[in-house]
């Protein structure tokens, strides 16, 4: 008897899915689970564009499951076409503990602070994942801002519903804008792997909220 969420990804369930022929992750969302096949949404890559792979093609399908992160080998059968295609997947092997393969990255907007010199600024994100964020720095008109470098790692901390996770981030972006606020690209700095988890369920939720509101 299997267990869902153990030995196979649940309904809904968000996975990152790696294909033999590409060397990228993608991301795509269960639709079905009937037996020893699945039926996924085609997965995405990291500009959200529907890929194209041809059947036969071997799948890792990653997921997180109730304590860790499962892993489950796959076949491409059917590329199922339509307004929301579709591929059919078969099952080829056990359910294994999963590895790591990418940062899934969901639009939202959670509280956070970044600390320049002895100034916090507060913001809000744009988008978030366990390896960074898009957030914009909120200032008020006139308000001198500090220097902040592309380049520079400043101390972070991201608030998920009251659990405030203190890191370090370095600046890798930051992009123009011709008001007062300062938007940047942060990549996280020594996480950690438990608080790189509670992200990683945080935008799970978030993209599986999302998917069933027809939002993605």
Known sequence: MTTPGVDHPEEKAVLDVKASSRADVLTSFVERVSGSELVVSVGEDAQKRRVRLDTGEHLELIWRGPEELRSLPAELVEVVAGDSPTWRLKIVGPASRGQRRNAVRAPMSVPIEL??????????????????????????????????????????????????????????????????????????????????????????????????RGLI
Do not use: W, Y
């Open 115 to 212: 600390a320049v010199g002895e100034r916090v600024l507060p913001g809000t994100t744009v988008d978030l994942s366990e390896g960074g964020t898009r957030c914009l720095l909120t200032g008020k008109p006139g308000a001198e801002r500090p220097e902040i470098e592309v380049g520079a790692v400043h101390p972070v901390v991201v608030d998920l519903d009251g659990d405030r996770l203190a890191a370090k981030a370095e600046v890798i972006r930051r992009h123009p804008r011709e008001d007062h606020h300062t938007e940047l690209s942060l990549r996280f700095v020594g996480l950690g792997e438990r608080r790189e988890d509670a992200i990683r369920r945080r935008v799970f939720a978030e993209l599986r909220d999302l998917r069933s």
